[in-house]
């Protein structure tokens, strides 16, 4: 466990390699993201347990600053001191074949630019225009130590690579999944040709493609798809092509976007609620956040209601499109509710336990070292990671400091054949206030490795 | 019975262990269980008053490298531990873990046998010190389910948007509240600071001026408002009149049922597992 911010400053997520191949930048440094407290990423050197700075910057002078946020009241602890000055805002990343980083970064106003907007000729555009969007993205190349600020239309919270190079976003605007083609800017560096973005579209009249569309507020028509208007927080490409993205909100959902041969005008959704008052499941759960694919397509989500999630769409039996797949309760066989442990509220009877997990991750390679294909949540509660194994929970408690409280997280293997030693789990600490840590004022945010050894003695 | 009986839950959980874990292990067998300690580990035994510590936590600490760096790793069954590959440092070195208070910090540099004496904790109010927060938000007592759909200020004081119990937790507890920023339940959250308590009527006005601090209260205080404010607050206050009123953190659940290996698998849990925080 490595110190690896200033006091005033708060981590969101962290990204140690390709999450598709881990051990692309073996035994290399580790990028932390700030979000709204600072704009430089952090960097982590494991060889030389020393840390430095990337400095970001923005397109637009004008970039809305957190430095702007006013204080409500003093705080107990900075008293009327704003401590965090962030443009860039930046929330999370991924990491490439190359070892380049991508991260969702904030780099103008609000404001889109007029060729996102109607009357552009861009391809999405003129199909959905987007006129506000946030973060953008920022791309940082180790070889040279430069970044550069790329404008997209729609705006980035999670970035995630499919099997093409191509990266997927979460956080919308509302409505709208968007995509940024890595290949086609490397070639190009064009930013308006590289990026693409879709509405999400129910296939309501069943007939297994994207047609005209009614919209949210209009009457359903059964000759006509229907769009929803719903924004992922997590996101992640299945095997098959498909994105799965979570939505949060009560009860929530998790979303299957399916590209199609043009994604802008063929693209097509599947929602699937949490079941909520659904007499079909045996259990009830509610709000996504958090949410990963494992190898064999099944989706592992994280919910406000104290329960790590399962969402199998192989094992649904209804129809997966047509006016009954719209209600999103209509698959509650596909999903299976795993209580975290601990106990619950006084007088909580609608929830399943009083952990809170913000984020998951599907440890497709066995980083860890409990297996393939293994869940693990962040227990932003139980001061440690939740495992999945078996169907039961494992609980690796970080005891120090106390307040060990995670976000995103991926693993890395440094040596194929190093066994425990070779291969990890990382995670920032990302509580926004790293002073309530114990330690108290000038704790520093902190990158965790967590490794499993074969005996307690093995070195 | 030793003390840490006197505090069932997770203290019982070690004691067992530590039973099983003694259980059929010779004397003989114990001093022949060396730790065998390279050039860049620290290794030995912890043991407290009530001897061999199983499932606690030994944690190396160094500021002497560029940044600060920490490592830990748990006891086996027999109170053994090993923190392997550490850089090449000076380490202060200590233990902790549930039913325990933290020993005195030793001074250690890799390749030494370290042997390591654990503080039992002298009451059940010092081990819970030490649980995770989980085991004090819990103490949060949420409104009842009878009270959905709000009936507004001049009702319940619940928003009547707020249509059932789990939309409350959501909205105001858990992660799309207050915990999707904070780890509630830890000592920072559920104690108010004495600069905010000691000017505040009472401590229901104490979290309504401590949820408007720093550069996003007025976030945090529009959550409030957004499901009933005073609703909202009195909860709050309520939890953290308990706790400071002494109302003990909820036990962990006991695992003196079961195999060994169960318990083993339980243990592993408690303990952060076989595993190596580095």
């Given amino acids: 466990m490595w110190d690896w911010a200033d006091p005033k400053v708060y981590l969101h997520d962290a990204i140690s390699t390709d999450k598709r191949n881990p051990t692309v930048n073996a035994n290399g440094p580790m990028y932390g993201g700030l979000e709204d407290s600072g704009d430089y990423l952090t960097v982590l050197d494991p060889a030389s347990n020393s840390t430095s700075q990337v400095k970001l910057k923005v397109r637009d002078p004008e970039t809305p600053s957190s430095a702007n946020m006013k204080l409500a009241a003093p705080s107990p602890f900075w008293g009327n001191e704003a401590i965090w000055n962030s443009q860039t805002s930046v929330h999370s990343f991924s990491m490439d074949k190359q070892g380049r980083v991508w991260a969702a970064a904030r780099v103008r106003k609000p404001k889109t630019p007029s060729w996102c907007q109607a009357g552009s000729d861009q391809i999405s555009a003129k199909l959905f225009p987007i006129n506000y969007g946030d973060r953008g993205l920022e791309l940082y190349e180790p070889k040279t130590r430069e970044t550069t600020t790329i404008d997209t239309c729609f705006t980035w919270g999670h970035v995630n690579f499919d099997d093409k190079d191509v990266l997927w976003s979460s956080f919308g605007p509302n409505g709208v999944e968007g995509w940024f083609d890595t290949k086609i800017w490397d070639k190009t560096h064009d930013e308006k040709k590289a990026q693409g973005w879709s509405a999400f579209v129910l296939d309501y009249n069943g007939n297994g493609k994207r047609d005209a569309y009614t919209e949210p507020n209009q009457p359903a028509d059964p000759t006509k798809d229907r769009r929803i208007d719903v924004s992922f927080y997590g996101d992640s490409p299945a095997p098959d092509g498909s994105i799965w993205g979570s939505v949060m909100g009560m009860p929530g959902a998790l979303v299957r976007f399916i590209p199609g041969s043009h994604p802008p005008e063929t693209a097509l959704a599947e929602y699937y609620e949490v079941p909520w008052n659904n007499p079909r499941a045996p259990v009830q759960g509610f709000s996504p956040r958090g949410m990963d694919v494992d190898s064999k397509g099944v989706v592992w989500t994280v919910l406000s209601s104290g329960h790590l999630a399962s969402f199998d769409r192989s094992k649904c039996k209804g129809p997966l499109n047509g006016p009954s797949a719209a209600t999103g309760q209509h698959c509650p066989e596909g999903w299976t509710l795993y209580k975290f442990p601990g106990p619950n509220y006084k007088g909580a009877v609608e929830n399943g336990s009083a952990e809170s997990a913000y984020y998951d991750f599907v440890d497709r390679f066995d980083m860890l070292g409990v297996g393939k294909d293994v869940p693990l949540a962040t227990g932003n509660l139980s001061e440690g990671l939740l495992v999945m194994v078996d169907g039961k929970f494992l609980t690796l408690r970080v005891p120090y400091p106390m307040g060990y409280y995670a976000k995103g997280l991926d693993g890395r293997i440094d040596n194929p054949n190093g066994g425990w030693k070779g291969k990890g789990i990382y995670t920032p600490i990302s509580t926004r206030a790293p002073f309530h840590m114990e330690g108290g004022k000038g704790t520093t945010s902190k990158l965790v490795k967590f490794q499993m050894r074969p005996d307690p003695l093995a070195n | ?278």
């Fill in chain 2, 1 to 278: 019975m030793s003390k840490r009986t006197l505090y069932p839950g997770m203290v019982v959980l070690l004691v067992v262990l530590l039973a099983a874990a003694l259980a059929g292990t010779s004397t003989a067998q114990i001093k022949s269980a060396t730790v065998r300690v390279g050039i860049t580990d620290l290794g030995g035994v912890v043991t407290s008053s009530n001897g061999p510590e199983a499932g606690v936590w030994v944690i190396a600490e160094t500021t002497d490298l560029p940044t600060k760096f920490v490592k830990i790793v748990v006891t086996d069954d027999q109170g053994r531990y090993l923190v392997p590959e550490l850089p090449k440092a000076n380490y202060s070195v200590w233990v902790r873990g549930y039913g325990l208070v933290d020993s005195s910090k030793v001074k250690a540099a890799p390749g030494q046998t370290l042997n390591l004496k654990a503080v039992v904790a002298p009451d059940r109010k010092s081990a819970a010190e030490y649980y995770p927060a989980l085991y004090w938000f819990s103490l949060l007592q949420v409104p009842p389910k009878s009270d959905f759909p709000g009936t507004g200020p001049p009702g319940n004081g619940i928003a009547p948007k707020i249509r059932s119990q789990g939309e409350w937790i959501r909205d105001i507890v858990n992660t799309d509240g207050c915990t999707g920023c904070h780890q509630m339940g830890d000592q920072a959250t559920r104690e108010i600071p004495k600069s905010i308590l000691s000017q505040a009527a009472d401590s229901k006005a104490a979290w309504d001026r401590r949820i408007k601090a720093g550069q996003v209260g007025s976030w945090m205080s529009a959550g409030f408002d957004q499901v009933g404010r005073q609703r909202a607050l009195a909860m709050y206050a309520d939890w953290s009149d308990r706790v400071a009123h002494g109302e003990p953190a909820k036990h962990r659940t006991s695992t003196s049922s079961g195999s060994r290996a169960e318990r083993r698998r339980h243990y592993v849990g408690l303990g952060g597992s076989q595993s190596l925080f580095a």
